[in-house]
């Protein structure tokens, strides 16, 4: 399974992106997907979580109420909306497919990683 996490940027504090995790190789849809991010000189931590009919999410609770997790298994694509984004947002963005199907934090959990995609807020 290949990923390619995409749509990081430059954006003000406030304003929002839209990542994707396009999946090739083999599908994932019986699998749960979840977003990580790495800050500079920090471990990589859980953001989000989807489960494989996209029924169940999970949400760190720094990001609770302003990212949102969805999932369209036709496209073999996982997507995380940022909202109200702030700078201690910023880091390199990560997908992983878990290796069951509910929504997990444990980094342990996960199989197979993207390559990241960075996103920076500005104050």
């Known amino acids: 399974v290949q990923l390619q996490a995409s749509g990081g940027g430059l954006v003000q504090a406030g304003g929002s992106l839209r990542l994707s995790c396009a999946a090739s190789?083999?599908?994932?849809?019986?699998?749960?997907v979840g977003w990580f991010r790495q800050a500079p000189g920090k471990e990589r931590e859980f953001v989000a979580a989807i489960s494989w009919r996209g029924a169940s999410t999970a949400y760190a609770n720094s990001v609770k109420g302003r990212f949102t997790i969805s999932r369209d298994n036709a496209k073999n694509t996982v997507y995380l909306r940022m909202d109200s984004l702030k700078p201690e947002d910023t880091a390199v963005y990560y997908c992983?497919?878990?290796?069951?199907?509910?929504?997990?934090?444990?980094?342990?959990?996960?199989?197979?990683w993207g390559r990241g995609t960075q996103v920076t807020v500005s104050s």
């Open positions: 190789g083999r599908t994932f849809s019986n699998n749960a």
């Open positions: 992983a497919v878990d290796r069951g199907s509910v929504p997990r934090s444990d980094v342990n959990a996960y199989r197979y």
